[in-house]
């Protein structure tokens, strides 16, 4: 997979942000999530997790690769265990901002 960045906006409240669609090619190395935010109090909640859509829109299927981690303003978290990011082509890679802050996340 070649090198994919999508900004995830938090809005005031929860916003899910689809970041690999079912179906889509997915060799994953990593995933940097930053909080690109300088200030300290600038912290954002965020989820990572994969799911299966459901035909009638409902979401179904979820594993939840990080849940309600708190990354402070400036911070960065990495994940590049690539066992972690072998899934289904049936399943999605979705991203979270559980508060109204926003992250940047690059896939490779």
């Known amino acids: 997979m070649a090198v994919k960045r999508v900004h995830v906006v938090g809005a005031g409240s929860s916003v899910t942000t689809e970041l690999i669609a079912p179906g889509e090619s997915r060799r994953v190395k990593s995933i940097l999530l930053t909080n690109a935010e300088s200030s300290s109090d600038a912290a954002v909640r965020v989820d990572l997790f994969l799911e299966t859509p459901s035909k009638s829109g409902k979401s179904y299927d979820r ?35 559980l508060d109204g802050n926003e992250i940047d996340v690059t896939i490779t």
């Open 63 to 97: 594993f939840y690769i990080i849940r309600n981690i708190d990354m402070p303003g400036g911070s960065s978290l990495l994940l590049d265990d690539s066992n972690l990011f072998n899934f289904s082509s049936t399943k999605g890679l979705y991203a979270t901002c």
